[in-house]
């Protein structure tokens, strides 16, 4: 099993629709999840992190945290053809360095 | 406020070859994490470096060695460089304590 899946794409949504990505993670003592975008030929960005349950909010997205059920989404509002990028879920680990342990992404195509 | 940077953008390496890649942290980070980021798939971690030691590394041979410098910057060495070495080489800076990451542009290496 993986440590950290994520949907599989790719995902393909009408521009100012709502996107839904999602996220499992295996390691129960995960402390902090991110989310990054990441452009074809580019470097990851971030976009959001979480640490605590329940949603946290940053303009059109958001994130929600489910910790009991290991699983983490991500949740585009109006989306535009400027979000047509990978997205990757990753979640820290135990160890002293919290290093990032990541999914292999979700490719969102916001058609217009 | 400079990001972080990455050098070089591109390289060429043949089998057997040694390569050294160059990372500088945002300004006021601490800590440098290697990432290798194979074509389709995320990040993975190398391993972090942290006043001046590796903190901790990941599952990747002792081919993959790195330093890191006392104005945190950090070098990542490659040896005998197989074909499966071909990757985009990414640098992470974060401060101590926090375990938000910041991403370089990258390093595409590609071995022939």
């Known amino acids: 099993q993986k440590e950290v899946e994520q949907n599989s794409g790719p995902l393909s949504v009408p521009e100012g629709a709502i996107a839904s990505l999602n996220c499992t993670y295996s390691d129960r003592g995960s402390q902090s999840f991110f989310w990054y975008r990441q452009y074809s030929g580019k470097s990851p960005e971030l976009i959001m992190f979480?640490?605590?349950?329940g949603d946290k909010e940053d303009g059109r997205f958001t994130a929600q945290l489910n910790k009991a059920s290991q699983y983490v989404s991500l949740l585009i509002r109006d989306s535009q053809p400027s979000d047509s990028a990978t997205y990757l879920c990753a979640v820290t680990g135990s160890g002293s360095a919290r290093q990032l342990t990541f999914g292999s992404g979700t490719q969102l195509t916001v058609l217009p | 406020d400079a990001g972080v940077t990455q050098s070089p953008t591109h390289l060429i390496k043949t089998r057997g070859q040694q390569v050294t890649l160059r990372c500088s942290p945002k300004s006021g980070h601490d800590t440098v994490s290697w990432y290798q980021q194979a074509l389709g798939q995320g990040p993975q971690f190398i391993f972090q470096?942290?006043?001046?030691?590796?903190?901790q590394r990941g599952n990747f041979p002792d081919r993959f060695s790195g330093h890191q410098f006392p104005n945190y910057s950090s070098e990542l060495n490659v040896n005998a460089l197989l074909l499966g070495d071909s990757a985009l080489y990414l640098c992470?800076?974060?401060?101590?304590?926090?375990?938000?990451?910041?991403f370089g542009p990258g390093t595409r290496l590609l071995v022939l």
């Open positions: 979480i640490y605590s349950n």
């Open positions: 992470a800076s974060s401060s101590q304590g926090v375990e938000t990451q910041y």
């Open positions: 470096y942290y006043e001046e030691e590796e903190r």
